[in-house]
Nanobody, 116 residues
Framework: QVQLVESGGGLVQPGGSLRLSCAAS????????IGWFRQAPGKEREGILC????????YYADSVKGRFTISRDNAKKTVYLQMNSLRPEDTAVYYC?????????WGQGTQVTVSS
């Protein structure tokens, strides 16, 4: 069964850090671009980072540039989202997405809450 599983979410204070993981189960991520999206309560889902298949190129939304970093380890079939200097407005459910143009998969999401 093909699955994407996110982990690493939780409650963190403003200014803190978290690392999210997105792991592929039952398949390989090698041929997929991977994106991280988030959806805050009452808002639409937004794309915040994306990394190409070979990690040769990345995209960062302005809202996270300089604070978040995306990386991938194809051997471990895992993509990481390192989040630093977290702000209350980063509170959302975070999803990873694997896309190779003609098919795509979503994880179930992991909650990140930034609050004192």
């Amino acid at each position: 069964q093909v699955q994407l599983v996110e982990s690493g979410g939780g409650l963190v204070q403003p200014g803190g850090s978290l690392r999210l993981s997105c792991a592929a189960s039952g398949w390989t991520l090698d041929y997929y671009a991977i994106g991280w999206f988030r959806q805050a309560p009452g808002k639409e889902r937004e794309g915040i980072l994306c990394i190409s298949t070979s990690a040769g190129s990345t995209y960062y939304a302005d809202s996270v540039k300089g604070r978040f970093t995306i990386s991938r380890d194809n051997a471990k079939k895992t993509v990481y989202l390192q989040m630093n200097s977290l702000r209350p407005e980063d509170t959302a459910v975070y999803y990873c997405n694997a896309d190779r143009g003609y098919d795509e998969y979503w994880g179930q999401g992991t909650q990140v809450t930034v609050s004192s």
